[in-house]
């Protein structure tokens, strides 16, 4: 999965596919909410609110082969974010608890 950013002026120009005008007309009775399951009180108590704050990266060192890290480094402007999801994959893959 590539990631692709935008800037601020990039996503102004940007048109929406979306009917807004037809979307304000619609009532709850209009929605379909068939293919979503209905909410019980157990999933209303396991559920949590998302991170609303997000991370600041901790400046480490590492002694990482040379070949390793010209191969991200030749990826282009963001290999250190790429690194780092590379880090964060192999610990979701091979360890049991959440992060």
Known sequence: MAIVR???????????????????????????????????????????????KPEIPEKVTLYVQPSLLSGYRRTGKGWRTRLSNSFELWLRQNQSAAL
């Open 6 to 52: 935008y800037t601020r002026e990039e996503i102004d120009k940007m048109s929406s596919r979306t009917n807004w005008e037809k979307l304000k007309k619609k009532t709850d009775e209009d929605i379909d909410f068939s293919d979503i399951p209905e909410w019980t009180d157990e999933m209303f108590a396991r559920a949590t609110r998302g991170n609303t």
